[in-house]
């Protein structure tokens, strides 16, 4: 069964969010795009129920968040604001009212990626990853078979790791994978879960599933994941 998940893109009249709104095409998402308020709410009452998130400009007015939710249908916890960092006061009252996530200020793609994993961990009742994953840009090495294979690891949590680059084996060929977080090495026996049947070296991508994970090395995972959380979730200013 085909999931259905859709991302609703609300633009200011400077269209800063067009370039979003393409570059999200093409992933696991039904992506709508609506250049002011008025539009989307007509977009939001044709696929009602179905919006995993709502990105919207940060030059649209703020004030009114809950106004917003409501001519959206969704919860308010579903809206992200993108754009420019607005003032203490508006983040505060965003806060108040249920908005937990934001991308301020161009992030980049990885962080793109984590809060949108986010919301989907905590909305969508078809996500069966058990764990939230976390967008890196770590190198790693693979040992399987008595190879040493070099990779990246483009995402990594308490269950698994996507791996970028490298032939990694056949599939539920097991190794071992090492990779540093803040200069001290992990080391995590895993079974290769999947591939993308790349025959290129350097643009195969992998999922790899951990076997056992030890408390240090959860520990390690877990600050990956609390540097992430602290930099996109609005929080109340001090």
């Known amino acids: 069964m085909e999931i259905d998940r859709r991302i609703l893109v609300v633009d ?19 992506v709508h795009y609506a250049s002011d308020l008025d539009e989307a709410q007509l977009l939001a009452r044709d696929v009602q129920g179905k919006i995993l998130a709502v990105l919207f400009s940060t030059e649209i007015e703020l004030g009114r968040i809950t106004d917003m939710a409501r001519m959206l249908g969704v919860e308010t916890s579903t809206l992200i604001p993108v754009g420019n960092r607005p003032a203490k006061r508006v983040i505060a009252a965003l806060a108040f009212h249920g908005v937990r996530w934001h991308l301020w ?43 040493k294979i070099e990779t990246s690891i483009r995402d990594i949590g308490l269950g698994g790791a996507c791996l970028f680059g490298g032939m990694l084996g056949d599939i539920d060929a097991r190794g071992e994978i090492f990779f540093n977080v803040n200069e001290e090495e992990i080391c995590l026996p895993a079974r290769v879960a999947w591939s993308s049947g790349d025959e290129s070296p350097e643009t195969n991508v992998t999922g790899i599933a951990f076997l056992e994970v030890e408390p240090e090395a959860g520990d390690a995972i877990d600050t990956l994941r609390r540097a992430f959380v602290e930099r996109h979730r609005i929080q109340q200013p001090r």
């Open 12 to 30: 200011a009249p400077d269209g800063a969010l067009q370039q979003l709104s393409l570059d999200l095409m093409g992933r696991q998402f039904g």
């Open 105 to 147: 200020d161009n992030p980049p793609d990885e962080s793109l990626r984590f809060v949108l994993s986010s919301m989907l961990y905590d909305h969508d009742p078809f996500e069966l990853r058990y764990h939230l994953r976390i967008p890196t840009q770590v190198g790693a090495r693979f040992e399987v078979g008595g190879q």
